[in-house]
């Protein structure tokens, strides 16, 4: 016998609108444009949003939902690199290859340098041997084997 949910337990269904304006009244737009959340953020630094029930989600993937695409099958990826901006304007929706290029042109993933690691690829460095050189995840060497032709 299943137990009824109290009305506390069942989520509340919220329409598009009203996600939209949950975002907006819950963010600041700083100098640059961003919509900074000032709720709850999560131990990676990124907004946290709780739409209609008590799981959380990601502040800037519900805001790029809400205000232009579902995002599914795709990373969300700020163009200010600003991990608690919901602006869909600094938003968009990528691989994870096309945010790993995108941080290295931006100079986030400044320790990978395309010679050098072509250089170790070609001498056949082990793939762990390569992140600890680098200090980068494994998704970076593999993103960087591909590029290369190493795959």
């Given amino acids: 016998m299943t137990t009824p949910q109290t009305k506390s337990e069942t989520p509340v ?14 963010s600041f737009v700083n100098e640059r444009g961003c919509w900074e959340w000032f709720r709850a953020k999560n131990s990676r630094g990124y ?21 232009k695409d579902d995002p599914s099958g795709f990373l ?14 600094h938003l968009f929706a990528g691989t994870d290859s096309e945010n790993l290029q995108d941080a290295y042109n931006k100079g ?6 395309k010679s050098e690691i072509a250089g170790m690829l070609k ?16 998704s970076a060497v593999s993103y960087w084997k591909k590029e290369l032709g190493y795959v």
């Fill in 108 to 113: 986030r993933k400044g320790k990978i340098n």
């Fill in 76 to 89: 969300v990826c700020h163009k200010c690199d600003n991990p608690i901006c919901c602006n869909p304007d």
């Fill in 47 to 67: 907004g946290q949003i709780c739409i209609g029930g008590t799981r959380s989600y990601l502040a800037h993937r519900i805001s790029f939902k809400a205000f």
């Fill in 13 to 26: 269904q919220m329409t598009r609108e009203q996600i939209q304006d949950k975002i907006i009244s819950n």
């Fill in 123 to 138: 001498v056949n460095r082990p793939h762990k041997e390569i992140m600890r050189e680098f200090g980068v995840a494994s």
